[in-house]
């Protein structure tokens, strides 16, 4: 009787959990893996929709071919820059999130609202928003104009990179108006190091500078990669992608090929900081035994 009973209890736990993650399950399936699958299907056809039905016409690789080789110019004259405006935004993000994240966490009169007012963006901020801030020519620095920074920029740097630090610095407010969640990952973290360690290096004569390199860095590490995969995500989906843009076309084969190359250099990118995030622990890995 008890063996039946707890097989009966078992049985019961197991099937509370399954009601309580159907519902994720369902959504999965509905909308994350069928438009997935679904545009892979499409990537291979030529789609022509008619009054009466969609019309499918197999093409092979030629959609993929037509990207890469024979049209390059649509995806590597806007892809390339925006890799480079990436690879400057990335770091600027999390550096300027770690140092306000740290702020935030000292004890000053005001401080709840200072926490608000840079979390506020993300929630009334759109991505139409930003874009039409962008389109504005909002969010530039003034400084830029005021010590002539583009034509320096057009002298003396490389044009392949002239242009996406004239887009990042023309957007740099805005950037980091919209770090807001990076500022939040990394409060928690930093609340999550234990104060009685931060007093034992304050009463062994450790100055804040050696305190930050060898315990808050260290401690933040994991932190770290987390933003590092939300700032990769939330940059590769920006309003200003310029490659986000050219998805959302009528030629469903041709859209649905250009997603799939897109989604695969996404995901080496998330791999690639995998990777850097991986040596980076490693090399830490001292400073928190």
Not at 104 to 131: A, D, E, H, K, Y
Not at 264 to 278: E, H, K, N, P, W
Request: no cysteine; net charge positive; aromatic share 16%.
């Amino acid at each position: 009787m008890k063996l039946a009973d707890k097989i009966s209890t078992s049985t019961l736990r197991k099937l509370e959990g399954s009601m309580f993650i159907a519902p994720w399950i369902f959504g999965f399936f509905a909308f994350v893996a069928y438009p997935l699958g679904y545009s892979l299907y499409m990537s291979f056809y030529q789609v022509r929709i008619t009054v009466n039905s969609v019309v499918y016409t197999y093409v092979g690789l030629r959609n993929y071919k037509e990207i890469v080789v024979s049209n390059g110019s649509l995806l590597y004259n806007d892809l390339l820059p925006f890799l480079r405006e990436a690879a400057m935004m990335i770091p600027i993000i999390l550096v300027f999130s770690l140092l306000v994240a740290i702020l935030l966490n000292v004890r000053f009169r005001g401080r709840t609202l200072f926490r608000i007012l840079f979390f506020l963006p993300v929630i009334f901020s759109s991505g139409q928003i930003v874009q039409e801030f962008i389109n504005q020519g909002e969010g530039s620095l003034m400084v830029m104009k005021a010590l002539k920074i583009d034509d320096y920029l057009r002298d003396y740097v490389p044009g392949a990179w002239a242009k996406p630090i004239q887009t990042v610095l023309g957007s740099f407010v805005l950037v980091l108006w919209y770090s807001g969640v990076q500022i939040l990952i990394f409060l928690a973290g930093r609340q999550t190091l234990p104060a009685a360690t931060y007093e034992a290096a304050r009463i062994d004569g450790s100055t804040p500078w050696n305190t930050f390199w060898k315990i808050t860095l260290p401690g933040l590490v994991p932190y770290m990669f987390l933003n590092l995969m939300y700032t990769v995500v939330d940059l590769f989906t920006f309003p200003s992608n310029p490659i986000v843009s050219k998805v959302n076309t009528t030629n469903y084969g041709s859209s649905s090929a250009l997603a799939w190359i897109y989604f695969t250099i996404v995901l080496l990118f998330v791999g690639l900081a995998m990777l850097l995030y991986d040596r980076v622990d490693k090399a830490l890995a001292g400073s928190r035994t």
